[in-house]
């Protein structure tokens, strides 16, 4: 079970931005004269239980890739380079993990910034939110699909990804079609990375996406610790 986030296993500023907007950033690289791989995990395990990725690493390293590069199926493959659509971080596994730590050891160029929205602030009708909770979706990771709602009141965490979330009746329809709108994400707050910033995300109360790649000579690279 992930403990609650207190001042007793992280920095009272770090909590309290949690627990009130969903999210913590900061752009001074606190990492700075240490392994920010090890400093990022540290700081992971005082939240919960640190997630193995995709590849069974503990830290992820993201760059911007071409759809031809990037993995079947990924948010990459299907967008490429260019504007990705919010998300649930992890919506194909059973539950997605709580929080994200992202930390960006590099940055050149024009950098795509990341979009976070929280769910309190999506802006969508009680016809929209009913259609979330009874809409039906396949939800494909390989031999490990499943069928699940958007919303449920059995779980406190949100499920959406466009990538790997197919609807399967009128009512997943009208609520997939509902958060892809523009409109939706009127309350977003847009994340400006450099080098040594730090984003912590509670991805059950928050959706982000990434913004469009303008500069094809620009490199990022971002590390991510999930936790579950």
Request: glycine share 6%; hydrophobic share 40%.
């Given at each position: 079970?992930v403990?609650?986030l207190?001042a007793s296993?992280?920095?009272?500023d770090?909590?309290e931005?949690?627990?009130?907007?969903g999210?913590?950033?900061s752009?001074?690289?606190?990492?700075?004269d240490?392994?920010p791989?090890?400093?990022?995990?540290?700081?992971?395990q005082?939240?919960?239980?640190?997630?193995?990725?995709?590849?069974g690493?503990?830290?992820?390293?993201?760059?911007?890739?071409?759809?031809?590069?990037?993995?079947?199926?990924?948010l990459?493959?299907?967008?490429?380079?260019?504007?990705?659509?919010?998300?649930v971080?992890?919506s194909?596994?059973?539950?997605?993990?709580?929080?994200?730590?992202?930390?960006?050891?590099?940055a050149?160029?024009?950098?795509?910034?990341?979009?976070?929205?929280h769910?309190r602030?999506l802006?969508?009708?009680?016809?929209?939110?009913?259609?979330?909770?009874?809409?039906?979706?396949?939800?494909?990771n390989?031999k490990?699909?499943?069928?699940?709602?958007?919303?449920?009141d059995a779980?406190?965490?949100?499920?959406?990804?466009?990538?790997?979330?197919?609807p399967k009746d009128?009512?997943?329809?009208?609520?997939?079609?509902?958060l892809?709108?523009?409109?939706?994400?009127?309350?977003?707050?847009?994340?400006?990375?450099?080098?040594?910033?730090?984003l912590?995300?509670?991805?059950?109360s928050?959706l982000?996406?990434?913004?469009?790649i303008?500069?094809?000579t620009?490199?990022?690279?971002?590390?991510?610790?999930s936790?579950?």
């Amino acid at each position: 079970m992930v403990p609650v986030l207190s001042a007793s296993n992280l920095p009272k500023d770090m909590a309290e931005s949690l627990d009130t907007r969903g999210y913590f950033f900061s752009s001074e690289n606190i990492f700075a004269d240490y392994d920010p791989a090890e400093e990022l995990i540290k700081l992971a395990q005082k939240m919960g239980q640190v997630r193995t990725g995709r590849f069974g690493s503990l830290v992820e390293v993201l760059s911007p890739l071409d759809s031809t590069n990037a993995q079947t199926n990924s948010l990459s493959a299907v967008h490429g380079q260019d504007e990705f659509p919010y998300h649930v971080d992890g919506s194909h596994l059973a539950s997605p993990s709580r929080y994200l730590l992202l930390f960006c050891s590099e940055a050149k160029g024009a950098i795509a910034p990341t979009h976070i929205l929280h769910r309190r602030d999506l802006d969508l009708h009680a016809d929209i939110v009913e259609a979330m909770r009874a809409g039906v979706f396949l939800v494909r990771n390989g031999k490990r699909s499943f069928y699940a709602s958007i919303l449920s009141d059995a779980v406190s965490f949100m499920r959406w990804d466009a990538g790997c979330m197919f609807p399967k009746d009128s009512r997943a329809m009208k609520a997939a079609e509902a958060l892809l709108q523009p409109s939706t994400a009127m309350k977003k707050t847009t994340i400006n990375w450099q080098a040594g910033a730090l984003l912590i995300i509670d991805n059950w109360s928050v959706l982000h996406a990434r913004g469009p790649i303008v500069d094809r000579t620009s490199r990022r690279e971002l590390l991510r610790v999930s936790v579950q």
